[in-house]
T-cell receptor, first 113, second 113 residues
Framework: DAGVTQTPRHEVAEKGQTIILKCEPV?????LFWYRQTKIQGLELLSYFRSKSLMEDGGAFKDRFKAEMLNSSFSTLKIQPTEPKDSAVYLC???????????FGPGTRLLVL | GDSVTQTEGLVTLTEGLPVMLNCTYQTIYSNPFLFWYVQHLNESPRLLLKSFTDNKRTEHQGFHATLHKSSSSFHLQKSSAQLSDSALYYC???????????FGAGTQLIVIP
């Protein structure tokens, strides 16, 4: 079975640009999560979907970050406009739900100049 | 709200010595699930072990942890550290919001020869 896939693996953006990150969860998983990972803040939850419904939208990230789940097998995270402080690794994870194991994708490393 | 505290940001150990990484949590949920995720360099986090049973030892890959609800703790232990144990370890709490996990700040473990 394929694991969680994320594209692109690396992204370089100029300040003010719009970027879209993509994620395909493990087939059959009901829960999908977007996280931001930095050395200082660790893992921060950006969005959480259950069966395509948005369950939680990380408060501090609402203004420029928008995650969508277009169907059960595809999700996007849009950052608009980007700022240098958005430089981080963005991780997508999925699980069957109900506190089952979360499986993480390889991540997208974003650098905003 | 729910939270997880990992008191050590960095632990450096000599190979062969025992490992103990601390994790305490706060939640109003009476049946919390606790997890340890491990992230090796240039990899994504993956589940190491999990538990929701009070006072029961859980083991995996030489590591073990016991959930103690009386002290709200879920410390990770290993009897003898190996060089390959060098990684970032996250403790996480679930139980009050469907599949959502609250991650601690993480503990970087470095094992030296």
């Amino acid at each position: 079975d394929a694991g969680v896939t994320q594209t692109p693996r690396h992204e370089v953006a100029e300040k003010g640009q719009t970027i879209i990150l993509k994620c395909e969860p493990v087939s059959g998983h009901n829960d999908l999560f977007w996280y931001r990972q930095t050395k200082i803040q660790g893992l921060e939850l950006l969005s959480y979907f259950r069966s395509k419904s948005l369950m939680e939208d990380g408060g501090a990230f609402k203004d420029r970050f928008k995650a969508e789940m277009l169907n059960s097998s595809f999700s996007t995270l849009k950052i608009q406009p980007t700022e240098p402080k958005d430089s981080a690794v963005y991780l997508c994870a999925s699980s069957l739900g109900d506190l089952d194991t979360q499986y993480f994708g390889p991540g997208t490393r974003l650098l905003v100049l | 709200g729910d939270s997880v505290t990992q008191t050590e940001g960095l632990v450096t150990l000599t190979e062969g010595l025992p490992v103990m990484l601390n994790c305490t949590y706060q939640t109003i949920y009476s049946n919390p699930f606790l997890f340890w995720y491990v992230q090796h360099l240039n990899e994504s986090p993956r589940l190491l072990l999990k538990s929701f049973t009070d006072n029961k030892r859980t083991e995996h890959q030489g590591f073990h942890a016991t959930l103690h609800k009386s002290s709200s703790s879920f410390h990770l232990q290993k009897s003898s550290a190996q060089l390959s144990d060098s990684a970032l370890y996250y403790c996480a709490l679930g139980g009050s919001a469907l599949g959502r996990l609250h991650f601690g700040a993480g503990t970087q473990l470095i094992v030296i020869p």
